[in-house]
């Protein structure tokens, strides 16, 4: 596959078969990831593959989470909505959680070192298309909380910067769309 072909053509895929995935195929994924651009070659990520029952840890640390507010459910209502959280983890084969860890270097900055982690996240996913797999970069308020900072046994310093669904696809995506690129260059030229 050509490169700016798997650039356009790459897309979130959120439904994935249950079909497990070979741990060769995820290796690939991961040694990829590994050579994204990073200031000073600290080589700032870390990765937790949970596949099978080891997704557990983040459907429990789903749970734990919701659990916090729901204080005003109680008995069968409150398990069904814990364990609608604890299948979010379930929704791949396998989850890849990709974690900053960044450099305690005076040369390095913060922001180039969660830079260089997202850049691993898209050598991730463009290595997926490549593959013939699914995937799909998941964030959101859950992902940043300190119960599931804890989960992942996570420093102070690191940082959880993508849950990334991983499986075989089970739909067609639809075409992508971008505005002209021209629309969002700025040239400065003597």
């Not at 990765?47 to 919701?66: H, P």
Request: proline share 6%.
């Amino acid at each position: 596959m050509l490169l700016e072909e798997a650039i356009r053509n790459r897309r979130s895929i959120g439904k994935v078969k249950p079909d497990p995935v070979e741990r060769a195929l995820i290796e690939q994924l991961i040694e990829a990831a590994t050579w994204a651009p990073n200031h000073h070659g600290t080589e700032p990520w870390k990765f937790i593959v949970m596949a099978g029952d080891g997704r557990q840890t983040l459907g429990e640390a789903y749970a734990s989470i919701a659990a916090g507010s729901l204080q005003d459910m109680e008995g069968k209502a409150l398990e069904d909505r814990l364990d609608k959280e604890r299948a979010k983890a379930l929704r791949a084969p396998v989850v890849i959680a990709v974690v900053c860890t960044p450099s305690d270097s005076p040369r390095v900055t913060a922001i180039e070192e969660l830079a260089a982690a997202h850049t691993a996240v898209q050598n991730l996913l463009l290595t997926a298309h490549a593959l013939g797999l699914g995937a799909v970069w998941r964030s959101g308020d859950p992902m940043y909380h300190p119960l599931m900072h804890d989960a992942f046994g996570l420093s102070e310093s690191e940082k959880l910067v993508a849950l990334v669904y991983i499986g075989y696809p089970d739909l067609v995506p639809p075409a992508g769309k971008r505005q002209a690129a021209a629309s969002k260059t700025v040239w400065l030229e003597g």
